[in-house]
């Protein structure tokens, strides 16, 4: 098949990026915490490419965070590391993370609970290595973590600090709850608040004699718009910032103008007897996330205010106006809809290739890995 050279002429449904947009957010981060002289160990969870990850690191292919060992080993292969495997160690996982542990120079895991660290101990490292532990904490998000206000998260932390076999990194935080904010202000609350938090603890370790261990907050609301104390943790863990999406624009971490990702679709029917367009993007291209609970259901469809994606099944779309009569003439069979997606992690995890474009012209392809 020939290289399709427009954007306008893809087989669609289809993921398309746009890399001024993309670059620009990627640039920004990294200015934004070199500045705070903090180090920015961007999250690959969004986009799971070696493109993007060139771009998110400045080109170093060092710092990154993942939330599979799926990504792990596709970044380890193509010549990352210090790795950070940000997800509470799952038993039946220790071997293989024992073996990146033994193949990369850093490798590192997080616990929050005692047993996962028995389960470390089970299985000393070869080459004399030791296990590069981080201790995630909960400040409040009600995820995953040793609640910050339990005395077992201290007593969790001097343990790994004890324990032969195991070096402990760093306190590591998600401060998820900036996913509940509207505007830069409630968002800059919640990142004060976790930073203080996290900052605390600092302080409680040093107190216990514990030295050297870095501190990690992040979420890309608290880390478009980042308080002056955070210039006091070690580094931050953002991941969507690179493409943004439209959750992101109803927080306050971004504008709509920012967000780099759309789902191209056809339109595939007119039914005026229901007053209803239908498409060619499912929920396998866009994905259910946000519940269709956007004034203009699922996503939010660009250049067309006045139309709402109102449901989906696996492969089709139903699009209707907001009010009034649908103008079909506007949308003739095989025109083409861009959809704003309302998460992009979720959106990017449909597809198994993005096509990369600079004002409609593709550029590039990348693929992502998938899996865990």
Known sequence: MAAVEFIKDLCTPALIIDLDKMTRNAEGMLERFHKLGVQLRPHMKTHKTLECAEIMTGGSRRCIVVSTLAEVSFYADNGYDDILYAYPLPFDK???????????SLF?????NRLALQELKKRPLKQGKVWKVWM?????NGRAGVPHCDPAALQLALEIWDTSGVELMGIYAHCGNTYACQ???QIKAVAQETTTIVLQFMEKLKAAGIQGVKSSIGSTPSCSHPVPDMAMLSEVHPGNYIFYDVQQSLIG????EDVAVRVLTRVIGHYPHRNQLLVDCGWTALSHDGGGRLPTGYAIIEGHPELKLLSMTQEHGRVEPISGKLDFKQFPLGSLLKLIPYHACATA???????????GKIVDTWKPTRGW
């Open 136 to 140: 995630k904490l909960d400040c409040d």
């Open 94 to 104: 220790v071997e293989r993370c024992a073996e990146l542990s033994e193949r990369l």
């Open 349 to 359: 995890m449909m597809h198994p290739v993005y096509f990369v474009h600079s004002k």
């Open 253 to 256: 971490s971004c504008t709509l």
């Open 108 to 112: 590192h895991v997080v616990v929050d």
């Open 183 to 185: 505007g830069e202000e």
